[in-house]
C-alpha cells in the first residue's frame, strides 16, 4: 500500500508543480517586455486566475498521500512547521514553506477586496518565493527529475520564470529611482 501512496504522492506533486508554473508564467509574462502582448489575451488571464484550483487539489493529494505512506514518515506537524522531519530536513523543509507560501497568496487572493491593493500585490509576490522553493525541494527531493523530459520541462520553465522576474524587476528599479 505505501507504493501506491508513493505513487500518488510523485504524480500529484509532480502536477501541483506544473499549475504553479503555469500560474506563475501566466501572471507574470504579460507584464514584461517581450511578452506584453499577452497583456490584453482573455485566455492567458482566465488560465492565470484558474490554475490555483489544480494547484490545491493536487498539492492536498501529495501532502496527504505523503501523510498516510508509512515510508515516507511525514507528520501533520511537518506541513506547518519547516525542517523537524528525521530526514531530508533541507528538501522537506523546503516543500513545506513552498506549501506555506502557496497557502498564503491564495487565501490573500480571496480576500483581495478586503485588502489594499499594495498589501495584496506584496502578498502576492511571495508566489515568487513559494516557486523558488518549491523548484528546490523537487529538485532536491524529487525522484521524476531522472527522466530527461521531467528535468528538461522543470528546468525550462525555472529558466523562464527567472528571466522574466529579472526582466521585470529590472525595468522597475529605474520607476522607484525615479519615485524616489
Excluded at 501506491?4 to 507574470?28: D, H, K, N
Excluded at 498539492?59 to 514518515?73: E, F, I, M, N, P
Excluded at 530526514?87 to 483581495?112: E, F, K, P
Aim: glycine share 6%; proline share 3%; hydrophobic share 55%.
Amino acid at each position: 500500500m505505501d507504493l501506491f501512496f508513493w505513487e500518488l504522492a510523485r504524480a500529484s506533486g509532480l502536477a501541483a508543480y506544473v499549475a504553479l508554473c503555469i500560474a506563475v508564467l501566466t501572471g507574470l509574462a504579460p507584464r514584461t517586455a517581450a511578452l506584453g502582448f499577452l497583456a490584453t489575451n482573455r485566455a492567458v488571464r482566465t488560465l492565470h486566475d484558474w490554475t490555483p484550483w489544480i494547484v490545491i487539489p493536487a498539492a492536498l493529494t501529495h501532502v496527504v498521500a505523503l501523510l498516510l505512506d508509512a515510508t515516507a514518515r511525514i507528520s501533520v506537524l511537518d506541513l506547518i512547521i519547516p525542517f523537524q522531519t528525521s530526514y531530508g530536513q533541507l528538501a522537506i523543509g523546503l516543500g513545506t514553506i513552498s506549501l506555506d507560501l502557496v497557502v498564503i497568496v491564495i487565501v490573500t487572493t480571496w480576500l483581495r477586496r478586503r485588502l489594499s491593493n499594495g498589501a495584496w500585490q506584496n502578498l502576492h509576490r511571495l508566489s515568487y518565493v513559494g516557486f523558488v522553493t518549491m523548484f528546490l525541494h523537487s529538485i532536491l527531493s524529487g525522484t521524476d527529475l531522472a527522466s530527461p523530459i521531467i528535468a528538461a520541462m522543470s528546468w525550462a520553465s525555472a529558466i523562464a520564470i527567472g528571466y522574466y522576474s529579472l526582466e521585470r524587476v529590472g525595468r522597475a528599479l529605474p520607476i522607484a529611482k525615479a519615485r524616489a
